[in-house]
């Protein structure tokens, strides 16, 4: 079984920083990319930022110069740093992951549960 767990959402006020973090257990060979996406109510799912193993990474035009993204491949976790937040960033946000369970598998795409972030005075 393979979980992504994300921890580090929660409510800040515009221009404020939050972290978040996303880890992988279980039964996994290896990670290839991994990801973060996020849904506000009444819109559709849209990406946020991604990463390559190698550490390549890729923005979406709404977060680019505020938002980090990274990752620790030893402890199979992504983070965003998430700075200058605004309310349009309020979101539940959910990391993802393309990963292999054993040398014979394929790539296989998984998810997290969500986080809510709030950017509210």
């Known amino acids: 079984q393979v979980q992504l767990v994300e921890s580090g959402g929660g409510l800040v006020q515009p221009g404020g920083s939050l972290r978040l973090s996303c880890a992988a257990s279980?039964?996994?060979?290896?990670?290839?990319?991994m990801g973060w996406y996020r849904q506000a109510p009444q819109n559709q799912r849209e990406l946020v930022a991604t990463?390559?193993?190698?550490?390549?990474?890729n923005y979406a035009d709404s977060v680019k110069g505020r938002f980090t993204i990274s990752r620790d491949n030893a402890k199979k976790t992504v983070y965003l740093e998430m700075n200058s937040l605004r309310p349009e960033d309020t979101a539940v946000y959910y990391c993802n992951a393309d990963l292999r369970r054993s040398f014979y598998r394929s790539l296989e795409k998984y998810w997290g549960q969500g986080t809510q972030v709030t950017v509210s005075s």
């Open positions: 990463i390559t193993s190698g550490g390549t990474t």
């Open positions: 279980g039964s996994i060979f290896n990670i290839g990319d």
